[in-house]
């Protein structure tokens, strides 16, 4: 999926990402409605649709934007996620600072439209969450946050994505994910994605767009694929 064209991903949902600053937390501020690419502006979390790509990125292009790239198997039973910085002028201004997280379809989710319409199931151990999301009208869970997560705040000093350079999640086996989160008729298939924020310039000592700061940021949600534990 073209990652200039995905517009309209979620009203600020990625802006979960717990404090991605980054990272994609949760409901704080809106939800993954489609699996497309917005940018929001302000404090208001009112997102604007990415203007169409141009043909061609010019080499001085200062815009950057963020992009979720599919999910990899490193090995039987185990994934990876990845996400990286592009140049685009339907971008903004950063300083790199941003993450990414691997999610899980809940099979047992009604249809939602927004994040506040989806809960953390009960055995998940939600300590700082809940991290649920709602994209293509079913939930999506992240287990924790560091084991699916990779954030430029988890390094001191911060550490920033470079424009062209995949960033990888953590390696996680398929089955030590809690048993609910498979489906099929062995179940034994989890359906999994990637969603990540970058956040526009801020202030040191406030908080990072993704994490409900004002400013702008940008966010991205990968395609779903289906693996088999």
């Known amino acids: 999926m073209n990652p200039l ?22 409901n704080d501020s809106g939800n993954i409605a489609t699996t497309s690419q917005t940018v929001a502006t302000g404090s208001t979390n ?10 061609a990125v010019a080499a001085n292009e200062k815009r950057i934007t ?4 599919p999910i990899a198997q490193p090995g039987p039973g185990t994934a990876v996620g990845a996400f990286h910085m592009i140049r685009s002028a339907s971008g903004i201004e950063t300083d790199g600072i941003g993450g990414g997280c691997m ?15 989806c809960r953390v199931p009960k055995y998940i151990s939600a300590a700082n969450g809940p991290w649920a999301y709602c994209a293509e009208q079913k939930c999506w869970i992240k287990p924790a946050d560091k084991a699916f997560c990779w954030k430029s705040r988890y390094s001191t000093p911060q550490q920033p994505l470079q424009v062209g350079k995949p960033q990888s999640t953590p390696k996680v086996t398929l089955a030590s994910l809690p048993a609910q989160l498979f489906q099929g008729p062995a179940k034994n298939q989890t359906k999994v994605r990637v969603i990540a924020c970058l956040n526009g310039k801020f202030k ?10 004002s400013g702008p940021h940008v966010e991205d949600i990968g ?3 289906t693996l088999t534990k």
């Open 223 to 225: 395609d779903a694929k």
């Open 103 to 117: 999610v899980f379809e809940d099979p047992a989710s009604a249809v939602c439209h927004q994040d506040s319409d």
């Open 204 to 213: 040191p000592g406030d908080a990072p767009p993704c994490a409900g700061g």
């Open 66 to 69: 963020i992009e979720a790239l």
């Open 46 to 55: 009112t997102l604007a649709p990415a203007a169409p790509p141009a043909t």
């Open 5 to 26: 064209i995905r517009s309209s991903c979620c009203l600020a949902a990625i802006a979960a990402l717990a404090n991605c600053g980054g990272g994609a937390s949760k």
